[in-house]
């Protein structure tokens, strides 16, 4: 089943913070999250693993929830780079993987 | 980082054709290879995952018969989409992941198909 993702969309004034939440019915072994530009293919940004760890790649960081089946993606001083969408992809115990619909993100001047 | 190309980058192809799609992992091996397919503003879909040397695993809904997946290898895997049709027409990705890669999965750049 494929994971639930909020908000749909969100823009942003460069420098603003922003929160992207991801949650599943099913019990999760591992969340990545990825970024794709328009027309491309998704860049992968991190994965977390069961075991509730939070994960930071430099103004980007997420942490998982595993007892709550969800992980959030905190986007902090944006910066116009970091338009595009975001998906959550989430792991069962049995490597399923599914993904999010996607979150659209615009960074404007 | 791990590398996964694609080719064709893009191609346009009549109804009744077949395509192939192939994806390559150019600095690991990839033990895994998965096939998605994307949707104008849609999320990934899987279609199928595919282990060195053994039979495809397609999702439910995936003709198999039209998409034949070959996994030949631990640096490639091809994607046939036999008879295409317009309704085919799609943006294909492939994504590997290996012991190198531990649980990340490494997208190739994707293939856009248009079926005429």
């Known amino acids: 089943q494929q994971p639930v993702q909020s908000p749909q969309a969100v823009i942003l004034r460069e420098g603003e913070d922003a929160v992207i939440n991801c949650s599943s019915s099913k019990a999760l072994y591992s969340v990545h999250w990825y970024r794709q530009k328009h027309g491309e293919a998704p860049v992968f940004l991190m994965i977390l693993l069961k075991g509730g760890e939070q994960k930071g790649h430099e103004k980007i960081s997420a942490s998982f929830n595993e007892k709550k089946q969800q992980s959030s993606l905190y986007l902090t001083a944006s910066q116009l780079s970091y338009s595009g969408t975001y998906f959550c992809g989430t792991e069962d115990n049995n490597n399923d993987m599914r993904f999010g619909a996607g979150t659209r993100l615009t960074v404007k001047p | 980082g791990a590398v996964v190309s694609q080719h064709p980058s893009w191609v346009i192809c009549k109804s009744g054709t077949s395509v192939k799609i192939e994806c390559r992992s150019l600095d690991f091996q990839a033990t895994t290879m998965f096939w998605y397919r994307q949707f104008p503003k849609q999320s990934l879909m899987l279609m199928a995952t595919s282990n060195e040397g053994s039979k495809a695993t397609y999702e439910q809904g995936v003709e198999k018969d039209k998409f034949l997946i070959n996994h030949a290898s631990l640096t490639l895997s091809t994607l046939t989409v036999t008879s295409a049709h317009p309704e085919d027409s799609s943006f294909y990705i492939c994504?590997?992941?290996?012991?190198?890669?531990?649980?990340?999965?490494?997208f190739g750049p994707g293939t856009r198909l248009t079926v005429t």
């Open positions: 994504s590997a992941t290996g012991q190198a890669t531990t649980y990340e999965q490494y």
